[in-house]
C-alpha cells in the first residue's frame, strides 16, 4: 500500500538505524494498511488536531497525516527525528514534533481549547498503562481530549473494558468506565510488529463523558487502589486503611462482598464517603 511519496518504512528504518529498542518499549507497525485502519479508528480527522505518543519511524504518523489529520507527536528516542522531519517535508505545516518524555508533558498546555485533539497512538508498552491512567484522572474535567485510539497488550485492553463480576475487571476497569465508553476496536497479532512482542496487540477505542457521576478523581483512585490491591479479601479487611467498617456503613455496602463484585457507582460512592 502507498499512501504517500516516501520509502518503505522498511527503508526508512535502514537510513536511520531505527532498530526497536526494548528499554523503550518500542515495537514497530511496517503494514501501512493496518495503521491506516488504526487512524480510521479515530474518525474523520481530516483538518483535526490529533496527538500521537512514540511514533518511532512514523508509520502511523503517516497515516493520520493522509486522512488530513493535524499532527502533533512526542518521541523520546532522538534517533526517530531524523525519519520525522522528513515525513514533516512533505507534510509542511501538519506535523509538530516535540522531543521529550510523554510522562513528563502537560497535556493540557499543548492545544487550543478551542478544539480538542483526538490521541491516537501505539503507546509504548512501557508506559501505555500509565498514560492511560493520567488521561482519565486528568484535571479539569471535561478534558482536553475529544477522544482515545490506542493500542495495548490484549491483556490490558480486555481490563479496561472489563464489567464487574468478570475476570478481568479491576481497578483499570473503574477508572475507565466512570469517565468514559470504551471499546475493543479490533486485535493485532503479534506477526504485524517488529520486533514481535510475545502476545497479541488490541486496539481500544474511548470517548470520554462530558459529566460522569461526580467524586473526587483522588479519592477514586485510593478507593480503587486498596480495594483491588487485596482483591481476594472482603472489603471490610482491603480497607482497612481507609476506615473499612465506617466507610462502608455510611455506603450501605455489604463487608462481606470483595472488590470485583462492585458496581462503578458504588466505587464513586466510597470515594465521596471519604470525603465526609
Known amino acids: 500500500m502507498t499512501i504517500d511519496s516516501l520509502p518503505p518504512l522498511r527503508e526508512i528504518i535502514a537510513k ?4 526497536a529498542k526494548k528499554s523503550l518499549g518500542q515495537n514497530f507497525l511496517f503494514d501501512l494498511n493496518l495503521t ?6 479515530a474518525g474523520d480527522l481530516s483538518g483535526k488536531p490529533v496527538l500521537e505518543i512514540g511514533p518511532g519511524p512514523g508509520g502511523l504518523t503517516r497515516a493520520l497525516l493522509a486522512q488530513g489529520a493535524i499532527v502533533t507527536v512526542i518521541e523520546r528516542d532522538t534517533r526517530c527525528v531524523g525519519a520525522l522531519k522528513e515525513i514533516s517535508g512533505i507534510y509542511p505545516d501538519k506535523l509538530r514534533i516535540i522531543e521529550g518524555d510523554a510522562l ?6 499543548l ?23 493520567r488521561w482519565l484522572l486528568t484535571e479539569p474535567w471535561p478534558p482536553f481530549y475529544k477522544s482515545m485510539t490506542l493500542m495495548f497488550q490484549k491483556e490490558v ?18 477508572l475507565t468506565g466512570w469517565r468514559s465508553l470504551a ?20 486496539v481500544v477505542h474511548i470517548v470520554p463523558y462530558q459529566n460522569p457521576l461526580s467524586c473526587s478523581s ?5 478507593v480503587t487502589r486498596a480495594a483491588f490491591g487485596q482483591r481476594r479479601k472482603m472489603l471490610r479487611q482491603s480497607l482497612k486503611s481507609l476506615g473499612g467498617e465506617l466507610l462502608l456503613e455510611k455506603t450501605g455496602i455489604d463487608g462481606t462482598r470483595r472488590a470485583e463484585t462492585l458496581e462503578i457507582k458504588e466505587f464513586v460512592a466510597l470515594a465521596k464517603a471519604l470525603e465526609t
Not at 485492553?157 to 473503574?174: K, M
Open 16 to 19: 536511520f538505524g531505527l532498530q
Open 36 to 41: 491506516s485502519k488504526i487512524a480510521r479508528q
Open 104 to 109: 513528563k508533558q502537560n497535556f493540557n498546555a
Open 111 to 133: 492545544f487550543n481549547t478551542n478544539e480538542k485533539p483526538a490521541i491516537v497512538a501505539n503507546l509504548p508498552y512501557n508506559i501505555g498503562t500509565e498514560l492511560l491512567t
Open 157 to 174: 485492553a480486555e481490563r479496561i473494558v472489563a464489567l464487574p463480576d468478570t475476570p478481568h475487571y479491576g481497578r483499570l476497569s473503574v
Open 183 to 202: 471499546r475493543i476496536a479490533f486485535d493485532v497479532p503479534r506477526q504485524a510488529f517488529t520486533p514481535p512482542p510475545k502476545v497479541t496487540s488490541s
Open 218 to 222: 483522588r479519592n477514586l483512585e485510593k
